[in-house]
C-alpha cells in the first residue's frame, strides 16, 4: 500500500471509530500489516485467515478456547469472507479492547447466536454448556486412572447441576431456553454473566499489556 | 512435613515419634526432645549437620508441660502465676497439631502459636524480632481446653469458633493477666525441620489490648446453626464455587448473589460452610471475574460483625488492599466498600494501614480520568475511596496516616462536587478526622468551612448531620467559628434545630450552634435568629448528647446580657435547674456553667433561688470528678454575689462552707481557682468569713500562694483580699508567709493579676509586720507604678497600700528619734 493510501485510510479510521485516536489506529493498522505479511504465505488478499488471528489473540490476550477463538473470529470477520479486513481488525479490537458494556453485549451475542440460531432449545442450550465447561476438564477425562474417571464422573454431574442453577437465573421468562432478551437482561444485571459461556473477552490486564506493546511504537 | 501430619521422618514414625523439638527455656540449657505417641523424652540433641540423635535420654513424660515443670524451676514459677488448670487428656493430641511454625516468643505465646497452628492459621505473615515485641496473648487457657477436646482430624469450621471464643475471653482476661507476662520466661520451640512459615501473636496480643470503641463479636448461640433452606442453598453453590473453571466459579458466585445475603442465616452458612475461605482466596487470584463477583458478595455479608472479624483473621483484608492497586476500576471500588465494611474495628483499621492500604485509599479519590463520559465512574471510585477512609479514620494514627498521604486536598477537592452520593462519605472522614487540630488547621486553609456550610441545606439529612458535627469539632478554632459567621452557616444551623425527629443530626447541630456560641459575635447573630429561643424549647424530652450541646450553647449564649433575660422569659431556667440533679458529668459541666450565666442577673437569680438551685450547686462539689467540682464553684460566684440575703443563705448549707474550705486541698489547678473565687464572694459576708476562718482557710490559701498560674494568682488574691477582714487574718497570713509571694505578682504581666494583689496588699498592709515584709519585697516600687494606672481600684488599693508602709516608717521614726 502507498504512503498516501495508509494516510487516508488511518483518517477515515479515525473518523469511524471511537474508541481509538489517529496514533493508536496508526499502530493497529501497523500491526495488521505486520499480520497479514506473515499470513501472505497462507493465504493472499487484504487480510488474514483464522489460523494466524488465533494465534494472534492467544499470544496477546492468552484466550485459549478454541471454539470461542472460532466465535470471536466470525465476530470479525463481518462479511464472512473468511478473512479479516483491516476495518473489521480496527473495529473488532475497539469492542474487544475498549468497548463499552452495550457493545460487548452486543458481541456476544452475535457470538453466541449462531448456536441459537440453529437449535434454540434448552437442550442445545445445556449441550452448549456442557461442551464448554467439559471443554476446559477435558484433560481429566482423558487420563486412564479409575480414580480421576470417577472424579470427571462426578464432574459431569456438576457440570449439569451448574448448568440448572445457570438456566435458573438467567430464564427470565421461564420459557426453559436462553433467549438473547433473557441474556441481556441477565447481563444488565450482573455483567459477570457477560462471560457465562465461556470466557472470549480479554481481561484487563492483558488488555493494558497489549496496548502498551502496540501503542508504545508510535511514532511521536 | 508428612501427609499424616507427622514430621518425624518415616524410619522414625514406626517408633510412633511425631517430631522434635528444640526448647530454650531462661533458666537451662536448650532442651532437644522428642515428641512420641507414647510422651515427651529428651533426645540425644543435634549432632553435626542435619541429624539428630535420636537416642532416648531421659524418662518418658506424658507431655510437654510436665517435662519442663520437670526441668525448668522457672517454668514452674510462671506456670503457677497463670491459674492454669491442665487438662487430663492424652497429651500427644495436641501435638499432632505443633507442625509448622518455628516460633519465638515467651511461654505463653508459644500455646498461643499451639491456638494458631490449630486454627489452621500457618499463613505466614511479619514475625517480629524473637521475643521483643511478642505480647503475650492469654488465650492460651482457652485454647488448650478446647484443643483437646477437639478431635484428631479437626474440621474446617470449629477452629473459627475457638478463634472467636478466644478474642473475646481475652480482651477481657488481658488487664489481670499481662502484668505476670513481663517476666515470663522464653520458651523458644525450634522445629528440628527448620520449617521457616510461622505466624504472628503479637498482632492479636496487641490488638486485642486497644479495646475502646471497639466493636466486639458477640457470641453466637450455638443453637442457631439449624440446617436451614438458605445453608443447603449455600452448600450447594459453594461447591462449585470451590471447583470448576473460571467460568463455573463466576455463575455459581452469580446465583449465590440471588440468595438473600442481608440475612443473618445466609451469612453464617457461608462462613460455616466454608465458603468464606474460599471466597478470599479467589481474592487471591488472577481472574478478575472471580475477584469481582466473590468481592461483590464479601461487601454485602460483611455487614454481619462476626464475618467481619472472620475475614479479618483469614488475611482478606491484605488481599483486598493489594487488590486496590489493580487496573480494574469497579474491583477496585468494591474492594474499597469492603475494606469500608469490615475496617470497623480497631485491628482491622490496623492492618488496612500497617499494609499501605491508606496510601492506595487516598489515590482512589485522585483518579481522574480523560473526558467527560468518565466523570461518572470517577465519582463512583472516589466515592468507594472516602467510604473505606471514613470506616479509617476512627483511628487516630490512620488520620495521621491520610494526611501524610495528601488525602486533605483531595478531600477538599470532592467537597465542592454536588453530589449527595460522595459528600456523605468525604464529609463523614472530614468529621472524623477534624478531631485532630492538624486537619481543623486544613480544614480552614483549605477553604472548606465555605462548603460544609453551603452542606448545611442540603437534602440529605445525613450530609447535613456530619456537616454539622464536623462545624462541632471544627468550632473548637477561633478563626473557624468566625468563618463560619462570614459563610453565613448561622442560620442554616438555627433553621435545622426545628428538625427535631432526627435526633442524631439534632445533636450535631445543637453541638455546633454550642461551639460557634464561644465566640460573641456568633451569639450577636444568634440572637436575630432568635436560636436562643428555640433553645430552651429543647431542654426537655431529648437524650442526653443534645441535652449536653443545648445547655452547652445556651451557657455560651448566657454570656450575652440579653439572653440571659430571654432565658427567664421562656421559662428555661427551671428545666435547667432540674438538670442540676443529673448524673452525666459532661451534662454537669454545661449545666453548672449555664446556671453560672443565669446567675448573673439579678432577676434570675431570684428564679433560681426558689428552685434551690444553690443548694443543687453546692452539693456538686462533692461530684468526684474535678471538671464538675470546678464549674460548679464558678457557678457559685455569681449566684452568691447576687442572690438576696445570701450570707445567710450560704450559712444554711450545712456543712457546706466546710466542704468548699476543704476543696482548696485539691490538686486541680481550675478547681483552686474557681474555689478561691467562690471564697472570695462568700468572704464578703462576715459571719461566712468567720467559719471559714475556723475551717482554717487562712493557711490554707497562703500555701496556694506560690504559684505560677496567673489566673489562680487573681482569684487567690481577691480572695486574700477578702479574708483579711476578720480577727487577726491578716496576721494570720503574715505568719503563714504568704505576703512575700503575693508581692512577687505585682511582677506578672496580666493587669487583673495586679490589681487584685493591690487590693490584697492594701488590706495586708494594715499589719505593721507584713509592711515590712512587702518593704523587703520591693513592693513600693512597683506600687507607685500602678499608682499612674487607668484602673481606679488598682490606683486606690497601691496609693493605700504605700500610704499603710509609709505611715509605718515614719511611725517607727518618730518613736526612734522621738
Not at chain 1, 141 to 167: C, F, P
Not at chain 2, 395 to 407: F, H
Request: with cysteine; glycine share 6%.
Amino acid at each position: 500500500m502507498s504512503r498516501k493510501r495508509v494516510k487516508l485510510l488511518v483518517d477515515s479510521l479515525t473518523r469511524s471509530s471511537k474508541h481509538f485516536n489517529k496514533s493508536e489506529v496508526e499502530c493497529l493498522v501497523n500491526l495488521f500489516d505486520t499480520l497479514v505479511a506473515k499470513a501472505s504465505s497462507h493465504f493472499a488478499g487484504a487480510g488474514f485467515d483464522r489460523t494466524v488471528f488465533r494465534d494472534t489473540l492467544h499470544s496477546a490476550f492468552g484466550l485459549t478456547d478454541e471454539v470461542m477463538l472460532d466465535r470471536v473470529f466470525s465476530a470479525f470477520d463481518r462479511s464472512n469472507t473468511g478473512s479479516i479486513t483491516v476495518v473489521e481488525w480496527v473495529e473488532g479490537l475497539g469492542v474487544l479492547l475498549r468497548g463499552t458494556l452495550e457493545e460487548k453485549m452486543k458481541c456476544k451475542i452475535d457470538l453466541y447466536a449462531n448456536i441459537w440460531y440453529l437449535k434454540p432449545s434448552k437442550t442445545s442450550a445445556n449441550i452448549h454448556l456442557l461442551a464448554q465447561w467439559g471443554h476446559s476438564s477435558s484433560c481429566i477425562s482423558s487420563s486412564s486412572s479409575s480414580a480421576w474417571k470417577q472424579k470427571w464422573r462426578k464432574y459431569k454431574m456438576g457440570v449439569k447441576d451448574l448448568v440448572e442453577i445457570a438456566l435458573k437465573k438467567m430464564d427470565y421468562d421461564h420459557d426453559g431456553k436462553l433467549s438473547f432478551t433473557d441474556f441481556e437482561k441477565a447481563v444488565r444485571e450482573e455483567s459477570l454473566l457477560l462471560e457465562a459461556f465461556g470466557p472470549c473477552l480479554p481481561d484487563i490486564k492483558s488488555i493494558i499489556a497489549f496496548e502498551q506493546k502496540v501503542f508504545r511504537e508510535t511514532p511521536k | 512435613m508428612f501427609p499424616n501430619g507427622c514430621r518425624a521422618p518415616p524410619w522414625r514414625q514406626v517408633h510412633g515419634e511425631i517430631c522434635y523439638l528444640v526448647i530454650k527455656p531462661h533458666d537451662t540449657d536448650p532442651l532437644y526432645i522428642t515428641c512420641s505417641t507414647a510422651g515427651v523424652f529428651l533426645n540425644g540433641g543435634q549432632l553435626k549437620g542435619k541429624e539428630i540423635d535420636y537416642e532416648r535420654k531421659s524418662n518418658l513424660y506424658k507431655d510437654i508441660v510436665t517435662f519442663l515443670r520437670e526441668r525448668s524451676p522457672r517454668f514452674v514459677e510462671n506456670m503457677a502465676k497463670q491459674e492454669y488448670s491442665f487438662f487430663k487428656e492424652p497429651a500427644h493430641e495436641n501435638y499432632q497439631h505443633v507442625e509448622d511454625a518455628e516460633i519465638f516468643g515467651q511461654s505463653q505465646s508459644f500455646h498461643e502459636f499451639r491456638r494458631m497452628t490449630v486454627c489452621g492459621r500457618g499463613k505466614s505473615s511479619s514475625l517480629g524480632s524473637p521475643g521483643q515485641r511478642l505480647k503475650p496473648c492469654m488465650k492460651w487457657k482457652n485454647s488448650e481446653l478446647s484443643a483437646s477436646q477437639r478431635p484428631k482430624s479437626s474440621s474446617d469450621k470449629s477452629p473459627k469458633k475457638d478463634s472467636e471464643e478466644e478474642g473475646k475471653s481475652s480482651t477481657v482476661s488481658l488487664t489481670t493477666k499481662k502484668k505476670a507476662s513481663g517476666k515470663s520466661k522464653t520458651v523458644k520451640i525450634q522445629e528440628a525441620s527448620k520449617c521457616k512459615a510461622s505466624s504472628s501473636p503479637e498482632d492479636v496480643g496487641e490488638s486485642s489490648s486497644e479495646t475502646d470503641e471497639d466493636e466486639q463479636p458477640l457470641r453466637r448461640q450455638e443453637g442457631s446453626t439449624d440446617l436451614s433452606a438458605e445453608y443447603w442453598g449455600v452448600q450447594k453453590l459453594a461447591k462449585y464455587v470451590k471447583g470448576g473453571d473460571p467460568t463455573a466459579t463466576v455463575i455459581a458466585l452469580c446465583s449465590m448473589r440471588d440468595l438473600n445475603l442481608s440475612q443473618e442465616t445466609c451469612q453464617l452458612a457461608i462462613k460455616d460452610t466454608g465458603c468464606l475461605e474460599v471466597l478470599i482466596n479467589l481474592l487471591d487470584t488472577e481472574e478478575i471475574k472471580c475477584q469481582t463477583g466473590s468481592l461483590k458478595i464479601l461487601k454485602e455479608i460483611s455487614q454481619n460483625v462476626l464475618i467481619r472479624h472472620a475475614i479479618a483473621d483469614l488475611g482478606g483484608l491484605e488481599i483486598m488492599v493489594k487488590i486496590l492497586d489493580s487496573p480494574d476500576t469497579d474491583l477496585k471500588c468494591l474492594a474499597a466498600e469492603t475494606i469500608a465494611n469490615v475496617a470497623r474495628f480497631k485491628r482491622a483499621r490496623k492492618t488496612v494501614r500497617q499494609h499501605g492500604g491508606i496510601k492506595r485509599l487516598v489515590e482512589l479519590l485522585e483518579s481522574i480520568s480523560v473526558g467527560s463520559s468518565c466523570q461518572a465512574k470517577d465519582t463512583e471510585t472516589a466515592r468507594c475511596g472516602a467510604l473505606a477512609l471514613w470506616s479509617c479514620s476512627r483511628s487516630t494514627k490512620n488520620k495521621k496516616a491520610i494526611r501524610k498521604a495528601g488525602g486533605i486536598p483531595l478531600l477538599a477537592r470532592w467537597l465542592k462536587c454536588s453530589h449527595t452520593s460522595i459528600l456523605v462519605p468525604i464529609v463523614g472522614t472530614l468529621q472524623e478526622c477534624a478531631s485532630e487540630p492538624s486537619y481543623r488547621l486544613a480544614i480552614r486553609t483549605e477553604g472548606m468551612i465555605e462548603n460544609l456550610v453551603k452542606n448545611l441545606s442540603s437534602e440529605n439529612e445525613e450530609l447535613q448531620m456530619h456537616c454539622a458535627s464536623a462545624i462541632f469539632k471544627c468550632a473548637e478554632d477561633e478563626e473557624i467559628r468566625d468563618l463560619v459567621r462570614k459563610h453565613e452557616g448561622l442560620q442554616p444551623l438555627s433553621v435545622l434545630l426545628d428538625n427535631s425527629e432526627n435526633k442524631q443530626l439534632l445533636a450535631a447541630v445543637t453541638g455546633a450552634i454550642w461551639k460557634c456560641a464561644i465566640s460573641r459575635e456568633n451569639v450577636l447573630k444568634f440572637q436575630e435568629y432568635k436560636t436562643v429561643e428555640t433553645l430552651v424549647t429543647l431542654l426537655t424530652d431529648q437524650p442526653e448528647e443534645v441535652l449536653i450541646n443545648v445547655i452547652g450553647a445556651l451557657g455560651e449564649c448566657c454570656q450575652e446580657e440579653e439572653n440571659r433575660s430571654t432565658i427567664r422569659k421562656c421559662g428555661g431556667i427551671a428545666p435547667i435547674v432540674k438538670l442540676l440533679s443529673a448524673t452525666n458529668q459532661a451534662l454537669l459541666v454545661n449545666v453548672n456553667k449555664a446556671v453560672g450565666g443565669c446567675a448573673m442577673e439579678p432577676e434570675n437569680m431570684l428564679v433560681i433561688d426558689s428552685l434551690d438551685g444553690v443548694r443543687l450547686l453546692w452539693s456538686l462539689l462533692k461530684n468526684p470528678n474535678p471538671e464538675v467540682q470546678a464549674s460548679a464553684a464558678w457557678a457559685l460566684c455569681p449566684c452568691v454575689e447576687n442572690a438576696k440575703n445570701s450570707g445567710e443563705m450560704v450559712r444554711s448549707f450545712v456543712g457546706g462552707l466546710e466542704l468548699i474550705v476543704n476543696l482548696l486541698k485539691s490538686k486541680d489547678k481550675e478547681v483552686l481557682t474557681s474555689v478561691c473565687a467562690a471564697i472570695a464572694n462568700i468572704a464578703k459576708d462576715q459571719e461566712n468569713l468567720a467559719v471559714m476562718t475556723d475551717h482554717g482557710v487562712v493557711p490554707l490559701l497562703s500555701k496556694l500562694a506560690n504559684t505560677n498560674n496567673n489566673k489562680l494568682r487573681r482569684h487567690l488574691a481577691e480572695a486574700i483580699a477578702h479574708c483579711c477582714m476578720w480577727g487577726s487574718n491578716r496576721v494570720a497570713f503574715g505568719e503563714t508567709k504568704a505576703v512575700a509571694p503575693l508581692a512577687r505578682y505585682l511582677k506578672a504581666k496580666d493587669p487583673l493579676v495586679h490589681r487584685a494583689t493591690a487590693l490584697a496588699l492594701y488590706q495586708l498592709s494594715e499589719d505593721p509586720n507584713n509592711c515590712v515584709i512587702m518593704h523587703e519585697n520591693g513592693v513600693v516600687k512597683l506600687l507607685l507604678a500602678m499608682v499612674g494606672s487607668t484602673d481606679d481600684a488598682l490606683q486606690e488599693a497601691a496609693a493605700g497600700c504605700i500610704a499603710n508602709i509609709r505611715r509605718l516608717a515614719l511611725a517607727t521614726e518618730k518613736a526612734k528619734y522621738g
